[in-house]
């Protein structure tokens, strides 16, 4: 029986995502193009492969036991494929990212301006979420997080120093409301939050003190998902926020907003860049850890 690599590669994909959409996107097709796919897939072996409802879609008895015996193939002769590729030419293909939004190195222009132009033939594709998921599941070729999140089971790369958050407020507060004196005082003041989505609880402000880390529930007045309402609102002098030092430092550098209470921030590590376990790194994603990694 000869049956289409394109057609396996398509089940891969969608045993690993569940998720027609993502499949789709990831493909460069339509959902559509997926069923028709996986029909005649299913027709050409004379078995059902995947139970689809308007919600869900679940492996059957067979899917599992195709999934189990092609994938590790699939992903050996791809890998295989890529090596051959880089070894007649440049590293190539969309290279997929999901980056923290307070990732601020590694979203710079400056670094992202300088990779495209160093690799013509790789097409970076950048999702800026603050979201913890399976990367690959949802089909990234790897990701950059806070190295305190990332699982245990994914190959981590340092992408920049230590980090340290801080408190800032513009000098503008300061003069009407006082300066704070201790991480405790900031209940007293107008404080402005962020969080990561609308089900999320705002960030917590965190603090230590002789070696002692503690939080303080300032309840912000204002909070948001977005970090540029977030900044454009302390540096009007609406009130008092927290974030990392990177995001605010232009800021503090110009006068704009002032750093506080420093003494209760200590440093912590920083972002790394990780990627799934796999023996053959694709070239694509080796050359943009070489362009990032310190």
Known sequence: MTIDKNALEVFVLVAQTRNFRIAAERLGVTRSAISQT???????MSVSLMLRTTRSIHLTEAGKQLYVEIAPAMEQLNNALADTIDRIGEP??????????????????KLLANFIAAYPHIELDITVTDDEFDIVAQGYDAGVRL?????QDMIAVPVSAP??????????????YGIPQHPHELINHRCIGWRKSPDAAPYRWEFAEKGRDFDVNVNPQLTTNDMGVMIRTVCAG???????AETFH????????????DTWLPTFPGFYLYFSSRKHLAPKVRAFID????
């Open 38 to 44: 996986l029909r005649r897939l299913e027709e050409r």
């Open 92 to 109: 190539r293909g969309q290279l997929r990212l999901a980056v923290s939004s307070i990732a601020e190195r590694i979203i710079d222009g």
């Open 147 to 151: 190295g305190e999140v990332i699982a």
């Open 163 to 176: 980090q340290r958050q801080v408190v800032v407020a513009s000098p503008r507060y300061l003069s009407q």
């Open 238 to 244: 609406g009130g008092i926020s927290f974030g990392m």
């Open 250 to 261: 232009p800021f503090i550098e110009r006068g704009e907003l002032v750093s506080l209470l």
């Open 291 to 294: 362009h990032v990694r310190i």
